[in-house]
């Protein structure tokens, strides 16, 4: 069965500091799809990131960076000289391609950035 | 704004009953998504829907159904009630499936279901 771990329940940081939240999965397929979703304050939920499992590059985007490593079954999410804006709710889900888009999502991390 | 509209925003209602949560993809979007969120039980996927025809499904109750009608808008139907269902409701939207370009998800701002 898949499962998804977020070992950090909230994490505080000072404005521009970095910060890596940690999300480690287990599945049993060799095809399947990571997500990254960011819910605010505001309580919308917002897509970040897709990446397959064929997959490994490590990814950039503005302040954010995406870290693919399958031998640790890990994909962990930095926010470089994090803002304020960044607070929030931030979840790591699994897909397995099964034919259809079964999620199972980590339990979340809370990152509160602090002025 | 992400172009996902979900219907009504909040919703109250007592135990045994049955409500109908509506969402509306993005124009263009073929795959429509349900997903409940709750203290509890944190986030969960219920189902998914593609150009009407469902592809998976969750962790969704017997008690729960859902359709996707051909103007691609999707229906979440909870019935009998309990307690336990309080939750915020999201809808998502795609283009596609997994494995292809636009795959990215698009939500809808939620609805909050409170049942007395």
């Known amino acids: 069965a898949q499962k998804v771990t977020q070992a950090q329940t909230e994490i505080s940081v000072v404005e521009k500091e970095d910060v890596t939240l940690d999300c480690v999965y287990e599945?049993?397929?060799?095809?399947?799809?990571l997500f990254w979703y960011k819910q605010p304050p505001s309580g919308e939920l917002v897509f970040l990131i897709r990446?397959?499992?064929?997959?490994?590059q490590n990814e950039i985007s503005g302040r954010y960076s995406w870290n693919f490593q399958k031998s640790t079954s890990s994909f962990n999410f930095t926010i470089t000289a994090s803002q304020v804006v960044d607070s929030a709710v931030y979840f790591c889900?699994?897909?397995?391609?099964?034919?259809?888009?079964?999620?199972?999502f980590g339990p979340g991390t809370r990152l509160s950035v602090l002025p | 704004d992400s172009g996902v509209t979900q219907t009504p925003k909040h919703l109250i209602t007592a135990t045994g009953q049955r409500v109908t949560l509506r969402c509306s993809p993005r124009?263009?979007?073929?795959?429509v998504y349900w997903y409940q969120q709750s203290l509890d039980q944190g986030l969960q996927f219920l189902i998914h829907y593609y150009n009407g025809e469902e592809r998976a499904k969750g962790n969704i109750l017997e008690r729960f159904s859902a359709q996707q009608f051909p103007d691609l808008h999707s229906e979440l139907n909870l019935s009998s009630l309990e307690l336990g269902d309080s939750a915020l409701y999201f809808c998502?939207?795609?283009?596609?499936?997994?494995?292809?370009?636009?795959?990215?998800?698009?939500f809808g701002p939620g609805t909050r279901l409170t049942v007395t």
């Open positions: 998502a939207s795609s283009v596609g499936l997994a494995g292809g370009e636009g795959y990215e998800q698009y």
């Open positions: 124009s263009g979007d073929l795959s």
């Open positions: 990446r397959n499992s064929f997959d490994e």
């Open positions: 599945t049993r397929d060799t095809t399947y799809y």
């Open positions: 889900a699994l897909s397995e391609d099964n034919y259809g888009q079964n999620f199972v």
